[in-house]
């Protein structure tokens, strides 16, 4: 299953975060500091948390300016939520669930701050109370008091009284828990041979049997479903590998002898790496007096030595390959790393080994590259173990490594999240890919009193918040804006968006195919289209520019500078693409009713009707009208979630038609 959205409330500095959508793979949390990020993931992990996690604890977790609230008894932690999250099933997990609950969409999951765990399905029957089946169960006990009271020996207790005995004390609204059920079930079996066959009240019982069978099946489902709830791994604190390790030590402290102590950890995964404890490790090494009578035949002592060995080798190659994946990404440049893992009957030592053959200790290596070396061994060793199928929460993951390494550890990042869904936090534009927008969430806290909010949009009333966004914008561009010959120049992000995503979507269904060579380049708004458009023709480079119909896009168009620059044919307009007349058509208008039907699902907005009567109206202002708090931005980004899971014969006959003369025209501009 897929986490799908969170929302985190009465958390440390978190009110309440608002709801928010998390990525199928990749979720990217930004913001300032202080300003909730951390707090966000730490939260999010108490869903799930791994073994070793301590418990939500009021007096440390709960907002200490409301603690006086529950020391004072007003407010019961029982009734806190902490973290809300709904997964997407899988077809895996609709697998294993009964034929009847196959249509069951998800789980929705609450831990509240007395570390209680609350668990629904979504889209399955809701199991029954007993204000649902009172109706149903009085008439049937007063139907048995009359029988009852007609036999020559009536019973003591009336079926009636047998029934209030059982219930009198239940919540009627809230659904009937498994003991209550069966509760229930035994006093209808009991009462059933004094019901006529055939009768409405058979009818009646039967139907009581089945829905509490039902809510069997119900609660059946749900225990599988939370064995298959993915484990929420925090990795806040990478913690070190030491590049010596005095196994007997550490022996001691596995074996419950000493405590073991917060800088051990990076060492104890390794060795759960290597598929060894201390001892074994320590163990295999030597050779004992005892040992020695016993073991006489030598080969048995260089069998042992030789499987430590191998899986010292194996770990080795598994993690020197990961490493150089990213610190060595280019094999021109002679900088080739291998660690080295060595072990004797006292320590284990890691060390690494350059180009040249010489080893150096570890812990000598650059503060960037130690931390690399303990993040791989740390995921490898939970990954491996209880942490396969899990979510992992990154805190500022690669602070210390270069800007260029960072930028290859996105891409790590991103295999990560192949197979382990991941949301992490960063400050860094360099694990901000330019592609990757739709996967930032921001989050800020402007004012202590409202607490930290997390944005799905891209949007901040604090523009230092973007900074990271900005900056990755700003370093692709400054290495892509002159790379490539053609280059179409759009307003803004949310055109890029379109033309990406239609780009993609038209070339995999054989309907039209934008030059690969083509880089798109988006200018930030209308106004600033002639500035990209001179820089990049002052460099011998070809370029469009694509405008709305809109008024900036019609300045943009008329200004004297952008004329000269680019010929005619390369100021492209959305309107002359248009099948229909719209008044100041945007990019938006060559997909109307796409977006008319993504609007309905996304925004629970019907916008259709109205479309339809003023059908010379941008699409873009009557969407503005009709759904609240509406912005370009989430409407493309639904767009492009849209698109993933769409094929191009899914498009209108228009939009396809539209678009394929767009992309025609925008390959003979920049031929």
Not at 153 to 165: C, D, G, R, W
Not at 267 to 284: M, Q, R, V, W, Y
Not at 377 to 400: K, M, Y
Not at 502 to 524: C, E, F, W, Y
């Amino acid at each position: 299953m897929r986490l799908k959205t969170a929302r985190i409330q009465n958390y440390r500095s978190i009110l309440d975060t608002g709801e928010f959508e998390v990525d199928h793979d990749k979720t990217i949390l930004v913001g300032i500091n202080e300003a909730g990020k951390s707090a966000v993931l730490q939260a999010l992990q108490h869903i799930n948390p791994p073994k070793d996690i301590a418990p939500l604890d009021p007096l440390r977790d709960y907002p200490r300016a409301l603690y006086n609230d529950i020391s004072r008894g007003i407010v019961d932690p029982a009734n806190v939520p902490v973290a809300t999250v709904t997964f997407e099933l899988e077809d895996a997990d609709r697998a294993v669930l009964p034929d009847g609950l196959r249509e069951t969409t998800g789980l929705i999951v609450v831990r509240y701050l007395n570390n209680v765990r609350a668990v629904a399905l979504l889209g399955a029957p809701e199991k029954p109370s007993l204000k649902v089946l009172s109706k149903d169960l009085l008439r049937l006990s007063s139907y048995l008091d009359i029988q009852a009271t007609a036999q020559e020996n009536p019973p003591k207790v009336k079926p009636s009284e047998q029934l209030q005995s059982i219930t009198g004390k239940w919540n009627e609204t809230t659904s009937l828990s498994s003991e209550q059920r069966t509760a229930l079930k035994k006093w209808l079996e009991g009462i059933l041979p004094e019901i006529e066959e055939g009768s409405d009240h058979e009818k009646r019982y039967d139907i009581l049997i089945e829905r509490l069978s039902d809510a069997d099946e119900i609660e059946t489902a749900r225990t599988t479903l939370i064995e298959r709830i993915p484990v929420f791994v925090l990795f806040s604190n990478y913690f070190r590998v030491r590049a010596r390790l005095q196994l007997e030590a550490l022996a001691r402290k596995q074996a419950g002898k000493e405590e073991i102590d917060r800088t051990d950890y990076g060492n104890i995964c390794l060795l759960n790496l290597l598929g060894f404890t201390a001892k074994e490790l320590s163990d295999l090494g030597r050779v004992t007096d005892e040992e020695r009578k016993t073991l006489t035949d030598s080969g048995a002592i260089a069998k042992r030595l030789d499987e430590r060995g191998a899986k010292l080798n194996a770990a080795e190659a598994m993690l020197t390959r990961e490493i150089r994946s990213i610190w060595n990404p280019d094999p021109d440049k002679d900088e080739a790393k291998t660690l080295r893992i060595f072990a004797d009957g006292a320590y284990l030592k890691v060390t690494v080994e350059d180009s040249i053959g010489v080893n150096i200790d570890l812990d000598q290596r650059s503060e960037g590259f130690q931390w690399l070396v303990s993040f791989f061994v740390v995921f490898f060793s939970e990954a491996q173990g209880n942490h396969e199928n899990a979510i992992l929460l990154l805190d500022e993951p690669g602070v210390s490594l270069h800007a260029l390494k960072q930028r290859e550890f996105q891409k790590t990042i991103s295999r990560l999240a192949a197979t382990n869904q991941t949301i992490f936090s960063t400050h860094s534009p360099f694990l901000v890919g330019s592609g990757e927008l739709d996967k930032v969430r921001v989050v800020e806290m402007t004012d202590r009193e409202v607490g930290t909010k997390v944005h799905t949009t891209v949007k901040s009333s604090d523009p230092a918040a973007l900074l990271p966004l900005q900056e990755a914008l700003g370093y692709d561009m400054a290495h892509s804006l002159f790379a490539h010959k053609r280059n179409l120049i759009t307003e803004g992000l949310t055109d890029y968006f379109y033309v990406d995503a239609m780009t993609q979507l038209l070339r995999s269904g054989g309907v039209a195919d934008l030059n690969p060579k083509i880089a798109i380049v988006p200018a930030g708004d209308a106004g600033k289209v002639v500035y990209f458009a001179t820089i990049l023709h002052a460099h011998n480079l070809k370029v469009a520019a694509l405008l709305d119909s809109d008024p900036a896009g019609e300045n943009a168009a008329r200004q004297d500078t952008l004329v000269h620059t680019l010929k005619q044919r390369a100021i492209v307009r959305t309107r002359d693409f248009l099948k229909n007349e719209v008044n100041g058509a945007e990019i938006e208008d060559l997909l109307r009713e796409t977006l008319i039907g993504i609007a309905n699902t996304e925004f629970g907005t019907n916008a259709k009707a109205i479309a339809d009567a003023q059908s010379k109206r941008p699409i873009v202002d009557i969407l503005a009208k009709e759904v609240p708090d509406f912005s370009k931005y989430k409407l493309a980004k639904a767009f492009v979630r849209w698109s993933r899971e769409h094929v191009a014969a899914d498009l209108t006959v228009n939009e396809r038609e539209q678009w394929k003369s767009l992309i025609d025209h925008l390959n003979k501009a920049l031929e």
